[in-house]
T-cell receptor, first 111, second 113 residues
Framework: SQQGEEDPQALSIQEGENATMNCSYK?????LQWYRQNSGRGLVHLIL?????REKHSGRLRVTLDTSKKSSSLLITASRAADTASYFC???????????FGKGTKLSVIP | EPEVTQTPSHQVTQMGQEVILRCVPI?????FYWYRQILGQKVEFLVS????????KSEIFDDQFSVERPDGSNFTLKIRSTKLEDSAMYFC???????????FGPGTRLLVL
């Protein structure tokens, strides 16, 4: 299977704390993306990091990518209750059109 | 900000019936996709469509499924004879370039009885 593995599967934190989610994958990639999904609803794109990038920021989000270890992390700083959602690292294998999703990390931010 | 739209938001059908799920991708996008998510499970790729033809499909996308871009704006997924196990949320997505960001619609929740 080429699917990624997110870690942890569930994370519960207090509002204002930082949340870190990790992801590992098994194939060569051109880029890796993180998506958010609220309660089985639509998938919202958060950030895309290319294979030649090591770190990328967008607002309160920080993503890292280590292609040698085939891993990525998503850091959400100063979390808010509205950040409660499932987070997925998503990627395409070389030459593939499809995005491969893992099971995600379910983040709960407690007000 | 442009977004992908999908209709209907919910559909209930009887087993064996045909359903058509509709999507309007973002207007300047060239790559179109369908994914599904069975309740409580991960999102699964069904098919990608580029240059008026299927560019890639998964094992799930068998002869019961077909896609069409009948005009310059709509992208449809047809399930010819629905099965109970087709019950899922179906997501359409579109993107500007190969392996670039895919923007997802809100989904159509299909329930097959």
């Amino acid at each position: 299977s080429q699917q990624g593995e997110e870690d942890p599967q569930a994370l519960s934190i207090q509002e204002g704390e930082n949340a870190t989610m990790n992801c590992s994958y098994k194939t060569s990639i051109n880029n890796l993306q993180w998506y958010r999904q609220n309660s089985g609803r639509g998938l919202v794109h958060l950030i895309l990091i290319r294979s030649n990038e090591r770190e990328k920021h967008s607002g309160r989000l920080r993503v890292t990518l280590d292609t040698s270890k085939k891993s990525s992390s998503l850091l959400i700083t100063a979390s808010r209750a509205a950040d409660t959602a499932s987070y997925f690292c998503v990627y395409s294998g070389a030459g593939s059109y499809q995005l491969t999703f893992g099971k995600g990390t379910k983040l709960s931010v407690i007000p | 900000e442009p977004e992908v739209t999908q209709t209907p938001s919910h559909q209930v059908t009887q087993m064996g019936q045909e359903v058509i799920l509709r999507c309007v991708p973002i207007s300047n996008h060239l790559y179109f996709y369908w994914y599904r998510q069975i309740l409580g499970q991960k999102v699964e790729f069904l098919v990608s469509f580029y240059n008026n033809e299927i560019s890639e499909k998964s094992e799930i996308f068998d002869d019961q499924f077909s896609v069409e871009r009948p005009d310059g704006s709509n992208f449809t997924l047809k399930i010819r004879s629905t099965k109970l196990e087709d019950s899922a949320m179906y997501f359409c997505a579109s993107g500007q370039g190969f392996q670039e960001t895919q923007y997802f619609g809100p989904g159509t929740r299909l329930l097959v009885l």
